[in-house]
């Protein structure tokens, strides 16, 4: 089997130690080069290179920004029936994506699983979302943000970039102090359009646009439902996060296995916002109340502002912009869980 291990040495948790331990341990049953990503983007090319030099599995250590890289790299033309599989080993602060496929959140123990699963030939397909904006294209793996969410992972990653440690109370700091000044109570209205996933036909083997032509068409078969919001949350899993070992569920019902799901807010209001939260963290049963909009299940979304929206994916800052389409991707990644 040949492999390709993708390290980010500045990701929170990753060390050269650990690193050797990994490259070690694959040793025995993966023909193995390691590559050092040197700056953002880098990941995308080193996932495209994967599927043009033909090796069997791709895994990072890293964080989940390295994961959404790498997958943008491995799809860069599409979802493919006989390309790399992708394998992770956490080595960020929140790890989602990993701990979501099962693999603990310790870099150590996910090593041991990860054998354990190559070793048994164990491999599942799961489903991506795509989001179009302002003229690019880019794969999800577990999260989309439109508004408050996204403003908020901004902000975190000023403070980061000026020396701020990565954790989860830095982002809950800086939400806390985001609904307090007020942030977004007088964003613009959203126009969300969304359509049900049931059961359509998977886009693997297929081009991007023609893949995005299909869910689409399948999408609009199905009906379309409108309503205007003020910040939406999009999983295409569970959980949206963790707060330290603690999975914060927005989207109780969403699973790799189903169409992607939303958390929407009609106004943002400081009570709004503290009671959304309390029953996020509260029962597992999810947000309810007439300020709040939720889906399941659906095949495409699209959201369209007054003017542009900051927006994050997979808990990384995009940019801002007015106007997203999304589609869910069923069966387009081959990981190995």
């Given at each position: 089997?040949?492999?390709?291990?993708?390290?980010?040495?500045?990701?929170?948790?990753?060390?050269?130690?650990?690193?050797?331990?990994?490259?070690?341990?694959?040793?025995?049953?993966?023909?193995?080069?390691?590559?050092?990503?040197?700056?953002?983007?880098?990941?995308?090319?080193?996932?495209?290179?994967?599927?043009?030099?033909?090796?069997?599995?791709?895994?990072?250590?890293g964080?989940?920004?390295?994961?959404?890289?790498?997958?943008?790299?491995?799809?860069?033309?599409?979802?493919?029936?006989?390309?790399?599989?992708?394998?992770v080993?956490?080595?960020?602060?929140?790890?989602?994506?990993?701990?979501?496929?099962?693999?603990?959140?310790?870099?150590?123990?996910?090593?041991?699983?990860?054998l354990?699963?190559?070793?048994?030939g164990?491999?599942?397909?799961?489903?991506?979302?795509?989001?179009?904006?302002?003229?690019?294209?880019?794969?999800?793996?577990?999260?989309?943000?439109?508004?408050?969410?996204?403003?908020?992972?901004?902000?975190?990653?000023?403070?980061?970039?000026?020396?701020?440690?990565?954790?989860?109370g830095?982002?809950?700091?800086?939400?806390?102090?985001?609904?307090t000044?007020?942030a977004?109570?007088?964003?613009?209205?959203?126009?969300?359009?969304?359509?049900?996933a049931?059961?359509?036909?998977?886009?693997?083997?297929?081009?991007?646009?023609?893949?995005?032509?299909?869910?689409?068409?399948?999408?609009?078969?199905?009906?379309?439902?409108?309503?205007?919001?003020?910040l939406?949350?999009?999983?295409?899993?569970?959980?949206?996060?963790?707060?330290n070992?603690?999975?914060?569920?927005?989207?109780?019902?969403?699973?790799?296995?189903?169409?992607?799901?939303?958390?929407a807010?009609?106004?943002?209001?400081?009570?709004?916002?503290?009671?959304?939260?309390?029953?996020?963290?509260?029962?597992?049963?999810?947000?309810?109340?007439?300020?709040?909009?939720?889906?399941?299940?659906?095949?495409?979304?699209?959201?369209?502002?007054?003017?542009p929206?900051?927006?994050?994916?997979?808990?990384?800052?995009?940019?801002?912009?007015?106007?997203?389409?999304?589609?869910?991707?069923?069966?387009?990644?081959?990981?190995?869980?």
């Amino acid at each position: 089997m040949r492999g390709l291990l993708v390290v980010n040495p500045v990701a929170t948790t990753t060390t050269e130690r650990v690193r050797d331990v990994l490259a070690t341990a694959l040793a025995a049953d993966v023909t193995m080069e390691t590559v050092l990503t040197k700056g953002p983007g880098h990941g995308v090319e080193l996932g495209a290179r994967a599927v043009e030099l033909g090796v069997d599995v791709v895994i990072t250590l890293g964080g989940d920004g390295t994961v959404n890289e790498i997958t943008n790299g491995l799809l860069q033309n599409g979802p493919l029936q006989d390309g790399p599989a992708l394998a992770v080993v956490p080595g960020g602060s929140t790890n989602v994506f990993a701990r979501a496929l099962g693999y603990s959140a310790s870099p150590v123990e996910a090593t041991g699983e990860l054998l354990a699963a190559l070793r048994e030939g164990r491999s599942s397909r799961i489903s991506l979302g795509r989001a179009e904006y302002g003229g690019e294209g880019r794969w999800f793996t577990f999260c989309f943000g439109i508004g408050l969410d996204a403003r908020v992972v901004a902000r975190a990653e000023e403070r980061r970039r000026k020396g701020r440690r990565n954790s989860a109370g830095l982002f809950l700091r800086t939400a806390a102090g985001q609904v307090t000044r007020g942030a977004d109570r007088g964003a613009p209205s959203i126009a969300l359009e969304t359509t049900d996933a049931h059961s359509f036909p998977t886009g693997v083997g297929l081009p991007i646009e023609e893949a995005d032509a299909r869910v689409a068409a399948a999408g609009e078969a199905a009906g379309s439902v409108e309503e205007h919001i003020a910040l939406g949350i999009v999983c295409n899993t569970r959980p949206w996060t963790y707060l330290n070992s603690r999975p914060v569920l927005a989207c109780p019902e969403a699973s790799f296995d189903t169409g992607l799901d939303l958390l929407a807010l009609r106004r943002v209001r400081l009570s709004s916002v503290l009671r959304t939260a309390s029953q996020i963290l509260a029962d597992g049963r999810g947000p309810r109340g007439r300020n709040v909009v939720r889906r399941h299940d659906a095949a495409t979304m699209r959201f369209l502002a007054d003017h542009p929206l900051p927006l994050q994916m997979d808990g990384e800052y995009l940019g801002e912009y007015a106007d997203v389409a999304l589609t869910h991707h069923p069966q387009a990644l081959r990981v190995i869980a």
